[in-house]
């Protein structure tokens, strides 16, 4: 019997362009992964964090996915404005989707797609970008980061600062992580 050629990779979503379903404020954006299982039924995966009136958002949670060479692996990457602080999508404003299948995301590294609505309609000037890298260093590093004296952007109120961390790949900077 032969060995399934399979590895991990790691894949990380952006959006651009994404329709403003709030009033008064911007969309907050979730992307939600599903996966296609051996009986055509769809699965979710994996959510991202939800980012605050963003219309433009780099979500800061990767999704990490078996990738088999021989299989084909369909995806579809959702994007909701979540509003509540409900599990589910279905009160949740539906933003856009691509449909791609995970050969297509690897094969490209870096794949930039218009989103589209449920009724195969592009959903406005909507787009997402899904960059894929094998996982193949495991190590971890910690350090501990801290700030003093920042400024006050706020007017009432203090600011609510938080950290990125970005690293270089080749498709170029990617987001790594995001602090509270």
Known sequence: ??????TKVELTVSCENLLDTDIGSKSDPLCVLLMCSSDSQ??????????QNCLSPKFAHKFVIDYYFE???????GI???????????????LG??????????????LTR????????????????????EIKDNRVVKFEVEARKL????????????LELYRQTETGWQLAHRTE
Do not use: H
């Open 151 to 162: 400024d006050n952007k706020d007017f009432f109120g203090k600011s609510d600062p938080y």
């Open 80 to 94: 909701y404005d979540i509003d509540n602080k409900t599990i589910e999508l279905n009160d949740d404003d539906f």
């Open 42 to 51: 769809w699965y979710e995966a994996g959510r991202t964090e939800k980012v």
């Open 71 to 77: 299989i084909v692996q369909k995806l579809k990457f």
């Open 1 to 6: 019997m032969a060995a399934q050629c399979v």
């Open 97 to 110: 989707e691509l449909e791609s299948t995970l050969g297509q995301v690897v094969s490209s590294k870096k």
């Open 114 to 133: 218009p989103l589209v609505l449920k009724n195969k309609k592009p959903a406005g000037k909507g787009t997402i970008t899904i960059s894929a890298e």
